[in-house]
């Protein structure tokens, strides 16, 4: 290749002073595998096999873009950029040659440097600056109904009407502090990361029962890859739903559309084979009816309790369990000399089947009727564009979704408050015009029927294969 040199992985990090070996894509694209990851950053090369497993975001996370250019993703996640890039100094092995594009494979170059352009340009307008005012009032109101839910029981009696109540009042509580907690992950609300996570910890742990290191480690792969099997965990949910491409998709087709992109690659993990080779779970030609019994009453009961229970001790998050049971001895403290055991038992089931209904219809609304399938290499903004929808804006809905409702904004710059996307959205439609690409905007009860939709739709794919093959 001319002066394109490649050290083996193992020979350590560039020194200083000296000139940095070049790289071709096609040399980086080979490292791309358990225990050899390469990724670029601004054109850089840096070799994260041994330190991914020491990466706050989890190796999963920065894993996830092995031989790639992964330098809008690095701005994306990261307040103070200058500051990682001390981290990653140390893992520097090279820089792409001169002659090589910045971005591998067939993407829309312009498409990228136009983004970048607008990230800039948001920045100059302080659109990743917080309003103190805005978030103190959400904490406060969470806060507030926290109190009221009780206050109701203490001066009306645990009647089956003011139970009810109380229990509708906490749910939403308990909706509008995972906004909140979800805020402090994409630490958007302060200027320092680790206000951020201490912040995190307490609405997550104290107000909610939950592990905040457990909601990052798959939050952050959701933004990375959304919508990618294997790599986002919101969509990787076979064998009780079948999603977009999982629906007919066998594993020897998803290996040879992964070889003809990566020929280097050869391990990559593939959904397996559903429609076309007969394997059948569940009546997936139903999903979209059993889906009301075990989707929304039980996501948060049931899985988010248990996954989460099992990443804090298997991690060993310690400090996690414990604000977490703060959560827990609180509730039950407060309630328990209402009910007893079994009343304040089934008070907290209540609580949380009518949470869960919230965090499937809302969260789900802007992901599940859009594309699924395996990894496309795209660049930042069309992967994120490809996944995502937003719905009409107006003050209930906005305050309802945790401005969820802006799911395309949220994607784009995730560490930016959510008081600002309303702010941004011109920008970003401007850029998918110029770009041809779709900014899809949809009423909010029309999002929430889409959901049902998708999901009769690839079961009727799977059907069709299943009955065919």
Not at 31 to 41: C, E, F, R, S
Not at 308 to 317: F, G, R, S, T
């Amino acid at each position: 290749m001319g002066g394109v040199g490649e050290p083996g992985p193992r020979e350590g990090p560039a020194q200083p002073g000296a000139p940095l070996p070049t790289f071709c894509w096609e040399q980086i694209r080979a490292h791309d595998q358990p225990g050899d990851k390469w990724l670029v950053i601004e054109r850089r090369v840096y070799d994260i096999s041994r330190w991914a497993q020491r990466h706050p975001g989890g190796s999963r996370l920065i894993g996830h873009h092995g031989a790639e250019d992964a330098t809008d993703a690095f701005r994306a996640f990261h307040q103070d950029l200058n500051f990682v890039r001390k981290f990653l100094q140390p893992l520097l092995i090279g820089e792409l040659a001169p002659e090589e594009p910045s971005q591998d494979g067939p993407l829309n170059a312009q498409l990228v440097e136009d983004f970048r352009a607008l990230h800039q340009a948001a920045e100059d307008m302080k659109l990743f600056d917080a309003s103190p005012t805005f978030f103190a009032f959400l904490l406060g109101h969470i806060l507030a109904m926290e109190v009221l839910a009780w206050l109701l029981i203490y001066l009306l009696g645990p009647g089956w009407v003011p139970s009810a109540l109380a229990a509708f009042i906490l749910a939403i509580s308990q909706a509008q502090s995972w906004c909140l907690q979800h805020d402090l992950g994409h630490a958007s609300i302060f200027k320092k990361s680790w206000w951020n996570h201490v912040a995190q910890k307490f609405v997550m742990g104290q107000l909610k029962g939950f592990s905040a290191h457990w909601w990052n480690f798959r939050h952050f792969q959701h933004h990375a890859k959304p919508n990618i099997f294997h790599k986002d965990p919101d969509v990787t949910v076979a064998p009780v739903f079948l999603l977009g491409e999982s629906s007919v998709e066998p594993r020897d087709l998803a290996r040879e559309k992964e070889v003809a992109w990566r020929a280097a690659v050869s391990s990559r993990r593939l959904s397996p084979q559903y429609g076309k080779k007969k394997r059948r779970y569940l009546p997936y030609n139903q999903q979209h009816l059993y889906f009301f019994l075990i989707g929304p009453p039980l996501l948060t009961l049931v899985n988010f309790e248990v996954e989460n229970l099992a990443y804090m001790l298997v991690c060993m998050q310690w400090a996690d369990l414990l604000w977490a049971a703060s959560f827990y001895a609180r509730f039950f403290l407060s309630y328990l000399p209402f009910y007893g055991v079994p009343g304040v038992l089934l008070f907290f089931v209540a609580v949380r089947v009518l949470e869960s209904h919230w965090f499937v219809w809302i969260t789900q609304m802007n992901h599940i009727p859009k594309e699924i399938g395996h990894e496309k290499h795209r660049d930042w903004v069309s992967s994120q564009l490809a996944a995502t929808c937003n719905v009409e804006p107006s003050l209930f809905t906005n305050w309802f979704s945790g401005h969820l409702n802006f799911q395309i904004e949220h994607h784009l710059f995730p560490r930016m408050p959510r008081h600002n996307y309303s702010r941004v959205a011109p920008l970003v439609k401007s850029l998918c015009a110029k770009h041809g690409l779709s900014y899809e905007v949809k009423p909010f009860l029309t999002a929430l029927v889409d959901i049902v939709r998708s999901l009769k739709k690839s079961g009727d794919i799977w059907l069709d294969a299943y009955l065919h093959q």
